[in-house]
């Protein structure tokens, strides 16, 4: 399903239309049946909406339709009963026979730095949301609604959808692992990075051993397609991770390689896993489609904020030290939109960032541009596509999966309100 197939979303009793529109860089994103890997749209076109009556678009409006705008949820406290089996569950998937590995396999899973559990969240989120009657067509037309996974959430079905909220988390913690020793990270989550407190070798081993355990618990669910997307999304991590260190100069200057690679280090974990929850439930393509968009423009907002918080956050909210990527010498979105007011911000890319005057320049640069601002506001446009994309889920009287469905749409606020 192309997301031109998403004609129309009711918006507080105004109709929002998918448009395709010319821009100046290319997004991401396409997806369908017969390939995991998104396609990159030409560097000159991007999906953009449009409201007839509206000739611009405020990007910090509100989300929620007026049909869900019923109550103030906590999305965490929906599903905090699950989460915590999650917890223990996972603590329980990563023993290991060696203690040392064991020490290290759990360090980020241990009561008390186990994160904000935010994949877990919207992906338990994501179950109950789909928890909806499936429609048919017949050979003559007509759609009839089958029985099953709209009849009950059978608890069979529940624990399958957990596994996917516990390979997730380990496939991501593992990521963490990995990406800590490449970048020779010191903090994570407040506290010692793993490479910092054990060393590369043990912290690489460890993050091997995550996905090992990650991979026996996918095979578990005996589900080729959902197999593929999860394989998929660890290939897309080292694809992102490579892309990122061997990026030429004029690669580290494009918004569209930038995008292309957040999708594949950050967005492609959450977009696939959502998918796979919707797969599991015996759900259309159609919907299976609109939990992808959903992840997927949830995680690129996600990325965009956190290269935001890069530059305004303190190491102590952030739990992990602030200005970390342009130290690494990596470019990021607030930076890449400088560059577009002031061109002369490419030399200084181009010296490389080893030395702290240079940081000091671009920081400068930073600083006269709308470079965060504009982050900011394509990070809300992308929280805004993921909040349509649960909007045009099928209807439903059921309480509970309005109420996710709620949830969800909440979140994309929360990303890109956050400050930590």
Known sequence: MSLSRISRITRNGSRWFLSHQPSSYGFLLSNNSHSSTPKVFSCRET???????????KHQIHHQSSSLVEEQLDPFSLVADELSVLANRL???????????????????????????????VLLLMATALNVRILET??????????????ALT???????????????????ASLLHDDVLDDADTRRGIGSLNFVMGNKVAVLAGDF????????LASLKNTEVVTL?????????????????????????MEYYMQKTYYKTASLISNSCKAIALLAGQTT???????????????AYQLIDDVLDFTGTSASLGKGSLSDIRNGIVTAPILFAMEEFPQLRSVIDWGFDKPENIDVALEYLGK??????TRELAAKHANLAAAAIDSLPETDDEEVRKSRRALVDLTQRVITRNK
């Open 155 to 173: 608890s069979e079905l529940r624990k399958r959808q957990q596994s996917i909220a516990e390979i997730t988390e380990m496939i991501h913690v």
């Open 210 to 217: 995550l996905l090992s355990r990650a991979c026996v618990a």
């Open 369 to 374: 541009s709308r470079g965060i601002q504009r």
């Open 47 to 57: 999906y953009s909406w449009t409201v007839p009556s509206l000739h611009i678009f």
């Open 286 to 300: 159609e919907v299976a489609m609109l939990a992808f968009e959903y992840g997927k423009n949830l995680g690129l």
């Open 138 to 151: 017949t050979t003559s037309g007509v759609e009839t609604t089958t029985s099953g996974v709209g009849d």
């Open 91 to 121: 603590r329980s998937m990563v023993i290991a026979e060696v203690p040392k590995l064991a020490s290290a396999a759990e360090y980020f899973f241990k009561m008390g730095v186990e994160g904000k559990r935010f994949r877990p969240t």
């Open 230 to 254: 999860l394989a998929t999304v660890v290939e897309h991590l080292v694809t992102g991770e490579t892309m990122q260190m061997t990026s030429t100069s004029e690669q580290r200057c494009s």
